[in-house]
């Protein structure tokens, strides 16, 4: 699936832009400038599918890319991006709860984290945010390539937090979009919940 055509559908602004729920879908979810379009394009093997940038707040739109006509792969804005106007980052989260809540063909939501932060205060409020609306997460360590051996400290301390949500699976995935360590597997993760 994932050495078919992966084509840009649109960026959806509000919740009536998105496409109809004909497909499964599984989103990349996480701070601003952890590497969620840096991801898809290595998933994809398309290095300028997904813009990424080192300009926290690159993606300002849910966009969305079809593998085939078998799924869809949607890449969010960042949370904590402080420096956007509040009520740009209101609109934009209200937008979020109710794709996260309501979204039927959403199969699973990566949450990625940066391998040499770790678990921040943005992305703890966003997994309760997922275990209010019931939506199953997976942990992805993003950027393994710049922590070295330091990584597993910070995977213990995602563990810690990992456990005290409902919505959160106990396994995480390591990866780096700049070796491709670890993309294989998630590949194969996505395979096998669509
Ligand atoms: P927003 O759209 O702003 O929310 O950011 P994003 O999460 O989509 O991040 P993006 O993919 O744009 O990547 C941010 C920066 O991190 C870019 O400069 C990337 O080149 C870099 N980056 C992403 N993944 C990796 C990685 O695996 N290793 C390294 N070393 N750098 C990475
Ligand atoms: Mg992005």
Same mark, same amino acid.
């Given at each position: 699936?994932?050495?078919?055509?992966?084509?840009?559908?649109?960026?959806?602004?509000?919740?009536?832009?998105?496409?109809?729920?004909?497909?499964? &879908?599984?989103?990349? @979810?996480?701070?601003?400038?952890?590497?969620?379009?840096?991801?898809?394009?290595?998933?994809?093997?398309?290095?300028?599918?997904?813009?990424?940038?080192?300009?926290?707040?690159?993606?300002?739109?849910?966009?969305?890319?079809?593998?085939?006509?078998?799924?869809?792969?949607?890449?969010?804005?960042?949370?904590?991006?402080?420096?956007?106007?509040?009520?740009?980052?209101?609109?934009?989260?209200?937008?979020?709860?109710?794709?996260?809540?309501?979204?039927?063909?959403?199969?699973?939501?990566?949450?990625?984290?940066?391998?040499?932060?770790?678990?921040?205060?943005?992305?703890?409020?966003?997994? &309760?945010?997922?275990?209010? *609306?019931?939506?199953?997460?997976? @942990?992805?360590?993003?950027?393994?390539?710049?922590?070295?051996? @330091?990584?597993?400290?910070?995977?213990?301390?995602?563990?810690?937090?990992? *456990?005290?949500?409902?919505?959160?699976?106990?396994?995480?995935?390591?990866?780096?979009?700049?070796?491709?360590?670890?993309?294989?597997?998630?590949? *194969?993760?996505?395979?096998?919940?669509?």
């Amino acid at each position: 699936l994932f050495a078919g055509p992966c084509d840009f559908v649109k960026g959806v602004v509000a919740l009536d832009g998105l496409p109809p729920a004909d497909r499964p &879908e599984v989103c990349f @979810a996480g701070r601003s400038n952890v590497g969620k379009s840096s991801l898809i394009n290595a998933l994809t093997g398309r290095r300028g599918l997904a813009r990424a940038s080192n300009t926290p707040g690159r993606t300002q739109e849910i966009n969305y890319f079809a593998l085939g006509e078998a799924a869809y792969l949607v890449d969010l804005p960042g949370y904590g991006f402080a420096k956007a106007p509040k009520p740009k980052v209101e609109a934009w989260q209200a937008l979020l709860r109710a794709y996260l809540a309501g979204r039927v063909s959403l199969r699973r939501v990566f949450l990625l984290i940066d391998s040499r932060h770790g678990v921040k205060p943005a992305d703890h409020e966003h997994m &309760e945010l997922l275990d209010k *609306a019931a939506v199953s997460f997976q @942990a992805v360590m993003t950027k393994a390539d710049k922590r070295g051996a @330091a990584l597993d400290r910070t995977l213990e301390a995602v563990k810690t937090e990992l *456990a005290k949500h409902p919505a959160a699976y106990p396994e995480i995935l390591t990866t780096s979009s700049e070796t491709g360590a670890g993309i294989d597997r998630l590949r *194969a993760t996505i395979l096998s919940i669509l």
